[in-house]
């Protein structure tokens, strides 16, 4: 056994231990065997509760090939993936051009299941004309495009995981909310006690961010177009404004949207010395990196998560590329253990169902199926030991 598959192994052993709600999924599928003589085609964060995930889908039956997510693909789990004879894909250090060749490479491999992040194997298929047995999407970005630009366009059911309310509270809210802004403070050595914020987007990423802020003793902002979410916003005493109107004052932007151009040019030209600019979405589109580097009269990088980026008399600080600070930054760690047990779950019943029953659900997006999400909080509840 090598180093990097030996470490893999050691970090994906620990968070095992700690993942109940997988383990007796594990256990059910060895006896079951829902996913039996089929292939689960994945693209995700490539991480070790990602690895748990993907060995609860093999005790299953499945057959596994897999690619990470541009910029967050850990290479000791890759490793070990590899070492347990998963065909894997992909490289921390990847160019978004070999991340694109890596989705290709899972998409010519082929697979009966897709367990997508962010729709980039079912736009593949898509664009082959491949119809397949259905799915799962785990984001909110993922959903939008299923919803807009592939809509219609999808013949067999994909569950986008996002649209769970159990998942929006308990990873969304509370498990991204809590890792970018300890990934903020680990990435950047600043505290966070009085410090102004703006966080653009009042979903439920968005709002894990906002208030974890505030119970630091942040001072936060939050940018919304949307009226309700806006409203629910200033309820919740966070003050609520126009993001160029809010560029000078904010000393660190955080954008959790999902939609591009959050940050752009008129941004740029107003924002204030020094503000730190970092994004939590799942696309690096949400701050204008590229128009950023064409205003830059010069740039430096401090280390892997920071560059310096300045701007005539005044200078910028960009933490992760404009990726998702919380698995592209410095020692990643993404959401915390507990929360993607949960969030596995939701995957693994949902990979069942369709495995098993795909004709009893419609084609195109969709919720995860009330009978799912609710088996599932029960099963967290129990975890945890609360009543109800």
């Excluded at 970090?11 to 079951?32: G, H, K, N």
């Excluded at 194997?121 to 984001?139: F, H, K, P, S």
């Excluded at 109107?245 to 959050?262: K, N, R, S, Y």
Aim: charged fraction near 25%; proline fraction near 3%.
């Amino acid at each position: 056994m090598t180093e990097l598959v030996k470490r893999g192994a050691d970090r994906v052993q620990w968070i095992r231990s700690r993942m109940p709600l997988l383990a007796r999924a594990r256990a059910d599928f060895a006896e079951s065997q829902p996913f039996a003589g089929k292939t689960i085609g994945m693209s995700l964060h490539l991480e070790p509760k990602t690895a748990v995930l993907l060995e609860t889908l093999e005790a299953g039956g499945a057959t596994i090939v897999a690619t990470g997510n541009h910029g967050s693909t850990q290479d000791d789990i890759v490793a070990y993936l590899r070492d347990r004879g998963m065909t894997v894909f992909g490289a921390r250090d990847d160019s978004l051009e070999q991340h694109h060749r890596n989705v290709q490479s899972v998409l010519d491999a082929g697979f009966d299941i897709l367990l997508d992040n962010g729709a980039d194997l079912a736009a593949g298929l898509v664009a082959n004309g491949r119809v397949i047995l259905g799915g799962t999407e785990e984001t909110t970005s993922g959903g939008n495009r299923l919803r807009s630009e592939l809509a219609g366009r999808v013949p067999y059911p994909v569950i986008v995981i996002n649209d769970s309310l159990l998942k929006a509270i308990g990873e969304n809210k509370h498990a991204v909310g809590q890792s970018v802004v300890e990934s903020f403070m680990r990435i950047t050595n600043l505290m966070v006690n009085g410090r102004r914020f703006v966080v653009a987007g009042y979903g439920w990423c968005g709002r894990g961010v906002a208030h974890y802020l505030r119970s630091l003793g942040g001072k936060v902002a939050v940018v919304e177009v949307d009226e309700l979410k806006a409203f629910e916003a200033a309820m919740d005493g966070f003050r609520v404004g126009d993001m160029l109107d809010l560029a000078e004052w904010g000393e660190v932007f955080i954008t959790a949207t999902g939609q591009p151009g959050i940050l752009g040019r008129d941004f740029f030209e107003r924002v204030a010395d020094g503000a730190v600019l970092a994004n939590c979405g799942h696309f690096p589109w949400e701050i204008e990196v590229e128009t950023l580097r064409t205003m830059a009269t010069g740039s430096t990088r401090l280390d892997d998560a920071i560059e310096r980026i300045d701007l005539g008399d005044r200078h910028v600080v960009l933490l992760a590329d404009g990726r998702m600070m919380n698995l592209a930054g410095r020692e990643p760690k993404g959401n915390s253990i507990e929360a993607m047990d949960l969030g596995f779950l939701l995957q693994s019943l949902s990979l069942e169902r369709v495995a098993t029953d795909a004709a009893s659900l419609p084609t195109g997006a969709q919720p995860v199926p009330n009978d799912i999400d609710r088996e599932i909080a029960r099963r967290m509840l129990a975890a945890m030991g609360a009543s109800r």
